[in-house]
């Protein structure tokens, strides 16, 4: 199964299981909104083989899912991203594909052959590479056909929140408009980070990161800006912040990235379409 081409149109399954750093919870839409079950399964994807897994808990899982077909949405800490600019991208896909993967594979050292790669055309310069290791979509395969329950959906968080700003179906865009869109964004899954920069809603520049502590963030995101300021050109001023069952002061990460006269642009109170593990 591949992941849908998410910048086409936003469309979650109505039902799927979201993994955090160590954690699964089940996710039901009800009225057109989201609801999170209140069951919160303490386990990591890295333990995620039936062979390991609690057959009472898997039990549950089913019984809370039911017989209707259910998607998996991951944390962006499994999957490696890439965004790839182009003076002109070609319009054959297949010459198109070969030169992505020749691309990935200068800057990716890894065998490409362990991985399922899918890229998405953001614009006419950017392509955004997605790869996660086969050995983790077969795990999530097995699980499925353990409980059995269809699988229809393989989602990411970062990829989740992207296609919320940039989808033009989406009801969150007409409210937040592209003007009011922050620079770049921030998710934090525990030590884990993943910042995203973007002009106009496009994405242009992604990095993942750890980090020990709230200092080790605000130095991290400076870096960031630093960067995209010398090799881009483009002036950062405002940022949205979606913090994940993390133990750190988020006033603290606030107040330090106010210091540095950035506006935080707070989105998740603007909608309630933001899929829960993305915002609360």
Do not use: C
């Not at 009472?56 to 259910?70: E, F, N, R, T, W």
């Amino acid at each position: 199964m591949e992941m849908k081409n998410i910048f086409n149109k936003y469309n979650m399954p109505e039902q799927y299981i979201f993994a955090g750093q160590d954690y699964l919870y089940i996710i039901k839409k009800k009225n057109k909104e989201f609801i999170k079950n209140n069951r919160i399964y303490r386990i990591s994807l890295n333990n995620l083989a039936v062979s390991s897994l609690d057959e009472d808990m898997l039990y549950d899982i089913k019984a809370v899912l039911g017989s209707q077909p259910a998607g998996m949405v991951l944390n962006s800490s499994y999957f490696v991203f890439n965004i790839l600019k182009f003076d002109k991208i070609p319009s054959n896909k297949k010459k198109l594909g070969e030169i992505v993967n020749w691309r990935i594979a200068r800057v990716f050292p890894e065998d490409q052959s362990l991985y399922i790669h899918q890229y998405y055309i953001l614009n006419s310069e950017y392509i955004l590479s997605v790869l996660i290791r086969k050995e983790i979509k077969q795990t999530i395969d097995e699980l499925f056909s353990h409980i059995g329950i269809k699988q229809t959906y393989l989602g990411n968080s970062s990829i989740e929140l992207i296609n919320l700003l940039y989808d033009s179906s989406n009801p969150l865009r007409k409210i937040i408009g592209s003007q009011n869109t922050a620079d770049f964004f921030i998710e934090i899954w525990g030590n884990f980070a993943t910042i995203i920069f973007q002009n106009k809603l496009i994405p242009f520049y992604i990095r993942k990161f750890n980090f020990l502590d709230e200092r080790e963030l605000i130095t991290e995101i400076e870096k960031n800006i630093s960067y995209i300021n010398s090799n881009y050109g483009i002036s950062t001023n405002s940022y949205s912040l979606f913090a994940n069952n993390s133990n750190f002061d988020y006033e603290i990460i606030s107040d330090n990235l106010q210091d540095l006269n950035l506006v935080e642009i707070e989105i998740e109170k603007k909608s309630s379409t933001f899929i829960y593990g993305v915002s609360i």
